[in-house]
């Protein structure tokens, strides 16, 4: 997946690679009984332009339901650490995924309030990513502002 970012004075560019896509569209809530699922996304940050090359999957210590996700299992922390590390501190927590149960999601006011309180603690922007039953909803979150993105 492919989008442009609003970033900087060029053109800058946000690269989701399909292999994360594919990993993640198991969560996607086609079934009415499905949980919400949720992780973070890492990637590498060049200049201006961001490339998310995998993300952290919900663990078994997460509490799911239809409408909800919360991120307790240790293992999202874990990964991005070890990520973190091995890449000589070059593959980085760039934004955070979760599941909608709609065909076209878009975000909830928990999830703009939430999103916007994380955006504000951070210098570098982050993307946002919501996996509805069918369609996405992409964003991207730099201090309090928050952007949906175009996807190509």
């Not at 970012?5 to 946000?14: D, K, Q, V, Y």
């Not at 939430?114 to 922007?125: F, I, N, V, Y």
Request: glycine share 8%; net charge negative.
């Amino acid at each position: 997946m492919l989008a442009r970012l609003p970033l900087g004075s060029g053109e800058s560019m946000l690269l989701i690679e399909d292999e994360v896509l594919n990993e993640l569209n198991p969560y996607r809530q086609t079934d009415p009984q499905s949980c919400e699922g949720a992780g973070v996304l890492l990637g590498y940050r060049r200049a201006d332009h961001i490339h998310i090359v995998q993300a952290t999957l919900p663990g078994a210590d997460d509490v799911r339901s239809r409408f909800s996700f919360w991120r307790r299992d240790r293992s999202h922390q874990h990964i991005a650490t070890r990520e973190w590390q091995a890449s000589g501190e070059t593959r980085d927590y760039v934004g955070e995924w979760h599941t909608h149960p709609e065909t076209h999601p878009t975000p909830s006011s928990v999830d703009l309030s939430e999103w916007r309180a994380l955006c504000e603690k951070r210098q570098a922007p982050l993307i946002l990513l919501i996996l509805g039953t069918e369609g996405n909803w992409l964003g991207v979150g730099r201090g309090i502002q928050l952007q949906e993105l175009e996807a190509r």
